[in-house]
């Protein structure tokens, strides 16, 4: 059974840092694309930045870009979100994604940018 578990949201004041791990179990990553995503009430789905299988490329949306990097230890089944600068508008449940036969998700942890 697959499984990612999110980890490191939480309370963070504008301009603060955070960073956010996906330990993953069940697959082994290093086959596979991932991202994270982040959602908001009323809103779909969003993709914060995405990294191919090997680390060799990332992508990161043009309101994220200097602010946000993606990385990941295929050898740990880890991925990782560092966020810095954050904005009240990057508040929202921030999803780890892995893109296997099947897009796999998991339960989301909450970041909150507030004074």
């Known amino acids: 059974q697959v499984q990612l578990v999110e980890s490191g949201g939480g309370l963070v004041r504008p301009g603060g840092s955070l960073s956010l791990t996906c330990v993953v179990s069940?697959?082994?990553?290093?086959?596979?694309?991932m991202a994270w995503y982040r959602q908001t009430p009323g809103k779909q789905r969003e993709p914060v930045a995405t990294?191919?299988?090997?680390?060799?490329?990332?992508y990161i949306p043009d309101a994220m870009e200097g602010r946000v990097s993606i990385s990941r230890d295929n050898a740990k089944n880890t991925l990782y979100l560092q966020m810095n600068g954050l904005k009240p508008e990057d508040a929202g449940v921030y999803y780890c994604?892995?893109?296997?036969?099947?897009?796999?998700w998991g339960q989301g942890t909450q970041v909150t940018v507030s004074s």
């Open positions: 994604n892995l893109r296997a036969n099947q897009y796999y």
């Open positions: 990294i191919t299988s090997v680390g060799a490329n990332t």
């Open positions: 069940g697959i082994d990553i290093g086959r596979y694309a």
